[in-house]
Antibody, heavy 127, light 108 residues
């Protein structure tokens, strides 16, 4: 069964860092890209960025630049997202997802979607 | 940054009725760059529609997507009780900021 299993809930103090893991099962992580999305309590979805698990290239949304690092460990088929200098605004559920980017020859363009999602990791930032 | 505006914020309907959800982009995007997700309370989002009109694997045919340019629509032809949820559109027109709409809550 293809799934992404995320690490458990975290409570961190302001200024600290958090590292969330996302283990793929049923498929090889490096065969696809991985994206990270977060959702603050009662709010909508917020795209954070993605990484090419095969190439190791990362693409972060500007607001997270300098504070986030997305990595993979191919030996354990696991992706990681580390967020530093936490504030209360970072309190959210963090999701990893398998990110598909596929070329459509007939349209000479790509389509994109996230088809497999982890259940989410709740991160609470509180003093 | 491409901004997606969904309307309405909340849609109140009954099972068996037809639901029409809108997603408007702040600039023209290719229809292949527009995706829809469903999210129920306490759950991760679920892929419904990609490339504006292609249903994901296992999605019932009562769900359909359409649109082009800046205006996109998700239609649920006959609402089932399990369809009451929040729906998000997402665009992939401007890397790396693949923004989501603010969501439409479909309630009974």
């Amino acid at each position: 069964q293809i799934q992404l299993v995320q690490s458990g809930a975290e409570v961190q103090k302001p200024g600290a860092s958090v590292k969330v893991s996302c283990k793929a099962s049923g498929y090889t992580l490096t065969d696809y890209d991985v994206s990270w999305v977060r959702q603050a309590p009662g709010q909508g979805l917020e795209w954070m960025g993605w990484l090419s698990a095969y190439k190791g290239n990362t693409y972060y949304v500007q607001q997270f630049q300098g504070r986030v690092t997305m990595t993979t460990d191919t030996s354990t088929n696991t992706a990681y997202m580390e967020l530093r200098s936490l504030t209360s605004d970072d309190t959210a559920v963090y999701y990893c997802a398998r990110f598909i980017q596929k070329w459509i020859a007939s349209q000479r363009d790509y389509f994109y979607y996230m088809d497999v999602w982890g259940k989410g990791t709740a991160v609470t930032v509180s003093s | 940054e491409i901004v997606l505006t969904q309307s309405p914020d909340t849609l109140s309907l009954s099972p068996g009725e037809r639901a029409t959800l809108s997603c408007r982009a702040s600039q023209i995007i290719s229809s292949t760059y527009l995706t829809w997700y469903q999210q129920k309370p306490g759950q991760a989002p679920r892929l419904l529609i990609y490339s504006a009109s292609s249903r994901a694997t296992g999605i019932p045919d009562r769900f359909s997507g359409s649109g082009s340019g800046t205006d996109f629509t998700l239609t649920i032809s006959r609402l089932e009780p399990e369809d009451f949820a929040v729906y998000y559109c997402q665009q992939f027109g401007s890397s790396p900021g693949y923004t989501f709409g603010q969501g439409t809550k479909l309630e009974i």
